[in-house]
């Protein structure tokens, strides 16, 4: 019922910069919540930044400083510009969203994004 369609991923020199977009479209009635997850090959899942409809934003220690989120409240689109990019920053990366859908009942949702890869050369 939610979609969320992922772009700006790509090959990167270390130190370089790379700016994710995420769009979620459907039937969406409000969205609390956005994020962006990464999982790098053997490990597991984990939240990089997110980002609450209020603008209260909460970061990865790993990331604070140099990774930026932000959102479109209007839209329903969240993007993550990443700077001073590092090797260990290579990894997949997941657009999250939680809220509710239109309808009579207002069902919650959570979706994920198809992911795009990361990939920061040393």
């Known amino acids: 019922q939610v979609q969320l369609v992922e772009s700006g991923g790509g090959l990167v020199q270390a130190g370089g910069s790379l700016r994710l977009s995420c769009a979620a479209s459907?039937?969406?009635?409000?969205?609390?919540?956005m994020g962006w997850y990464r999982q790098a090959p053997g490990k597991q899942r984990e939240l990089v930044a997110a980002i609450i409809s209020g603008g209260s934003t909460n970061y990865a220690d790993s990331v604070k400083g140099r990774f930026t989120i932000s959102r479109d409240n209007a839209k329903n689109t969240v993007d993550l510009q990443m700077n001073s990019l590092k090797p260990e920053d290579t990894a997949v990366y997941y657009c999250?969203?939680?809220?509710?859908?239109?309808?009579?009942?207002?069902?919650?949702?959570?979706?994920w994004g198809q992911g795009t890869q990361v990939t920061v050369s040393s």
């Open positions: 459907g039937s969406i009635f409000s969205i609390n919540a």
């Open positions: 999250n969203a939680e809220g509710l859908v239109r309808g009579v009942i207002r069902r919650p949702f959570g979706s």
